[in-house]
């Protein structure tokens, strides 16, 4: 019998995203996930008790401009949690909200000339500059031992 635990930790600006899975003979399930908010002033009080000392950058959430980079995460997240995580979706309809919020995640969060990259490589008539012949020739500079 096989058992095992993994943490998993994803930090991003001001938020921490810890994530406990099991995995029992190949079948990996999430136990549970914690998100702190590093701008919570209960959550910045119990760490500073710990010995955390804050960046000097970092805002309190209520000395934020706005809410939207915080909405974005979010969004992300939730997208990641319809389409499955790890496994497939529940349903077919827990994969058609998670394309629509995808897309408005894509349009918010990308620049409109990172967009119109994306648009460009996925444009057929660009397929060419995609060929295991072209990356041959543009990582020939390139030597291996």
Known sequence: ?????????LVKDDTIL????????????????????????????ALIKLG????KETKM????EDNYEEALSRLYSLT??????????????????ADALHDVWVKFHYSEETLKTFEAISDPKNKHLFTKEMAAKMFSHIKTD
């Not at 019998?1 to 930790?9: H, P």
């Not at 955390?52 to 960046?55: A, G, I, Q, V």
């Not at 959430?61 to 934020?64: G, Y």
Request: hydrophobic share 30%; glycine share 4%; proline share 5%.
């Open 52 to 55: 955390w000392t804050p960046p």
């Open 18 to 45: 810890q994530a406990v899975y099991s995995d029992f003979e190949g079948v990996r399930e999430r136990l549970f996930s914690e998100i702190l908010d590093l701008r919570e002033a209960e959550t910045r009080e």
């Open 80 to 97: 990641n949690f319809l389409y499955g995580g790890h496994y497939e979706p529940k349903s077919v309809r827990d994969i058609e909200l």
């Open 1 to 9: 019998m096989n058992f095992n635990y993994e943490v998993e930790t």
């Open 61 to 64: 959430k209520a000395e934020q």
